[in-house]
């Protein structure tokens, strides 16, 4: 079983950037999906970029397009999402999760990580 701890949220302030990462521990597969998700208050729980376990296919929604960035680590088994020009829009707990197949429908994302606290300032 594959679990996930998200690290790297905090407090930034509008237009700046913040790095999270998702440590992976277990059984892992490179044709394992990573994505990232967000939850802000009140919201659901929405999609926000993908990754394939073993590099590529990466897919974002619109919404951080050209914003933020999606990598991955086998050597250090960590997906990383780079996030820059932060609004405070992007205020949110994210998470990571893995899916057995490139998909965008958190319903189909098995595994989870606790989530971080991401928090944009005006």
């Known amino acids: 079983q594959v679990q996930l701890t998200e690290s790297g949220g905090g407090l930034v302030q509008a237009g700046g950037s913040l790095r999270l990462s998702c440590a992976a521990s277990g059984r892992t597969s490179s044709n394992i999906v990573m994505g990232w998700f967000r939850q802000a208050p009140g919201k659901e729980r929405e999609f926000v970029g993908r990754?394939?376990?073993?590099?590529?296919?990466?897919y974002y929604a619109d919404s951080v397009k050209g914003r933020f960035t999606i990598s991955a680590d086998n050597a250090k088994i960590a997906v990383y999402l780079q996030m820059s020009n932060l609004t405070p829009e992007d205020t949110a707990v994210y998470y990571c999760?893995?899916?057995?197949?490139?998909?965008?429908?958190?319903?189909?994302?098995?595994?989870w990580g606790q989530g971080t606290q991401v928090t944009v300032s005006s």
């Open positions: 999760a893995g899916a057995p197949y490139l998909t965008i429908q958190k319903s189909e994302y098995g595994v």
């Open positions: 990754v394939r376990w073993a590099g590529g296919n990466t």
